[in-house]
C-alpha cells in the first residue's frame, strides 16, 4: 500500500531539493561584504526627497490607459486573425467595432497630452 506513494514521495523531494539547494548553494558561496551603499534602501539610485505620498501627474494614469489600449488590442488581435476565414463577416464587423473603441481611447490619450514627453 505505502509503496504506490514511493514515487510521489521521491517526486517531492526531488522538487523540494531542487527548490532549496541554490538558495543554499548563494547563502553559502557567495561573498558577504555589506557596506553602506549595499545596505541603503534602493530607490531609482538617489536618496528620497519627497514624501512617498505624493499626487502623481494625471499623465502617470493616462501612460497606463494608454498601455491598456495597446495590450487589449494585441491580445485579441492574434487569436482573431488566426480564425478570421471562419467567422466571416460577422467577426470582422465585431473587431472592427472594438478597434474603433480602442481608436477613441487612444484619440483622448493624444488630445489630453498623454504622448507628449517634457
Known amino acids: 500500500m505505502l509503496q504506490n506513494y514511493l514515487p510521489i514521495m521521491i517526486f517531492l523531494g526531488v522538487g523540494v531539493l531542487v527548490g532549496v539547494m541554490p538558495i543554499v548553494m548563494g547563502w553559502m558561496i557567495a561573498p558577504n561584504k555589506p ?4 545596505l541603503s534602501p534602493y ?3 538617489f536618496d528620497a526627497f519627497e514624501d512617498a505620498r505624493m499626487k502623481f501627474d494625471v ?3 493616462l501612460v497606463a490607459i494608454l498601455f491598456i489600449i495597446f ?3 494585441i491580445a485579441f488581435l492574434f487569436p482573431w486573425a488566426t480564425v478570421l476565414e471562419e467567422i466571416g463577416e460577422y467577426g470582422f464587423l465585431s473587431m472592427m467595432l472594438f478597434l474603433g473603441l480602442l481608436a477613441v481611447g487612444f484619440i ?5 497630452g498623454a504622448l507628449e514627453w517634457e
Do not use: T, V
Not at 557596506?35 to 549595499?38: Q, Y
Not at 483622448?108 to 489630453?112: D, F, M, P, Q, T
Open 35 to 38: 557596506d553602506s551603499a549595499k
Open 43 to 45: 530607490e531609482c539610485g
Open 59 to 61: 499623465r502617470y494614469y
Open 71 to 73: 495590450d487589449l488590442e
Open 108 to 112: 483622448y490619450e493624444w488630445l489630453k
